[in-house]
C-alpha cells in the first residue's frame, strides 16, 4: 500500500468493483441505521452455543448487562458435552467424571451471569460432523418451541470448529423466515480461540456490525464465569486467559469509544 493514495487505488478498481463496495458500504450503513432503532430490552433470547464455556466467551458480558439492566429472560442451549474430544476415539466411560465435573460447571458460571434457564445435550465433542444436521435442527426447534424466543444469538458461522459452524447451519435452518417463525433477529458472536482461528484465505472472516457497550462488572461476571470451567480456562496468553477476554473487550470498546464492549454480526433482523 505504500505510495498508493486512497484516489490512485479507486481508479485502479475496476466500475463494478466499485459499485459493489458502494453497494456494502449502503447496506451495511441500512443495518446500522435499523439497529440503533432495534430495541433489546424485555426480549426473550436463545443462546444457542456448541459447547460449555461459549455461552460466556463471546457473549458472557452482554447477558449479564441484558439480564441485569434490560430485564431479559435468556435460555442457553448446550448441544454437546465439550469433553471426550480429548481421546482419539470417543469413550465417554472413560471420561465420565470429567463429564460430570463439566456440568457442574455449567451451574456455577449460570450464577456467574444469571441466565434463568439451562438445556444441556450431549452431541460428540468436535465431532457433530458424524451425526445429521437434522439431529441437531430438531433440538433447536424444540428448544425454541419451548421457550418462544424472538431472539437468538449463535456462533459465527466461519468459526474454525466444527462444532461451532454446524450449530450455526443448524439455527440457519431451525429459523427459516416464513411468516409464522416468531425469531426476527439472528446475531452472532465471536467465540475467542475458535472465530480468529480460521484460515485467512476463507471468506467467511468476522466483520462485527452490532456492538454493545460493557460495564466494568459485566467483564468481571464474564472472567468469573469463565473461571468456573476447569477444563477450559487458560492462563494468558491464551485467548481464554482473563486477561486476553478483558483485552478483547477493551478492544472491540475503543471500537466505538466505550471502555468495554463485545461484537456481534447481525445475520437477520426482521420489523416487527
Ligand atoms: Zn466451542
Redesign the pocket.
Given at each position: 500500500m505504500v505510495g498508493l493514495s486512497l484516489l490512485t487505488l479507486l481508479c485502479c478498481i475496476s466500475a463494478t468493483t466499485q459499485k459493489e463496495f458502494k453497494q456494502a458500504v449502503l447496506s451495511l450503513t441500512h443495518n446500522l441505521k435499523k439497529l440503533n432503532e432495534m430495541n433489546i430490552e424485555s426480549k426473550r433470547i436463545l443462546l444457542v452455543?456448541?459447547?460449555p464455556?461459549?455461552e460466556l466467551l463471546g457473549v458472557g458480558g452482554t447477558m449479564h448487562h441484558l439480564i441485569k439492566n434490560k430485564q431479559c429472560t435468556v435460555k442457553v442451549v448446550i448441544l454437546g458435552e465439550?469433553i471426550t474430544s480429548r481421546s482419539d476415539t470417543r469413550d465417554t466411560e472413560k471420561w465420565k467424571q470429567a463429564l460430570e465435573v463439566h456440568r457442574e460447571n455449567i451451574k456455577q458460571a449460570q450464577k456467574a451471569i444469571g441466565f434463568q434457564e439451562v438445556s444441556i445435550y450431549d452431541f460428540a465433542d468436535n465431532r457433530f460432523d458424524t451425526v445429521a444436521l437434522l439431529d441437531i435442527i430438531k433440538v433447536i426447534e424444540k428448544e425454541k418451541e419451548a421457550f418462544n424466543p424472538t431472539f437468538i444469538f449463535t456462533h459465527h458461522g466461519g468459526d474454525v470448529?466444527i462444532?461451532?459452524q454446524r450449530t450455526f447451519e443448524a439455527v440457519i435452518t431451525a429459523c427459516r423466515p416464513m411468516k409464522e417463525e416468531k425469531v426476527k433477529t439472528i446475531v452472532t458472536f465471536e467465540?475467542p480461540s475458535?472465530t480468529e482461528w480460521r484460515a485467512s484465505t476463507d471468506p467467511r472472516h468476522f466483520v462485527p456490525n452490532f456492538f454493545v457497550p460493557l460495564a466494568k462488572e459485566d467483564i468481571a461476571a464474564k472472567i468469573k464465569g469463565m473461571e468456573s470451567y476447569e477444563f477450559e480456562k487458560r492462563a494468558y496468553p491464551h485467548p481464554r486467559s482473563p486477561q486476553a477476554l478483558r483485552i478483547l473487550a477493551q478492544q472491540r470498546g475503543v471500537m466505538i469509544g466505550a471502555e468495554y464492549a463485545e461484537a456481534f454480526n447481525i445475520v437477520r433482523t426482521i420489523e416487527v
Open positions: 452455543v456448541a459447547h464455556d461459549d465439550g470448529n462444532d461451532h467465540t475458535g
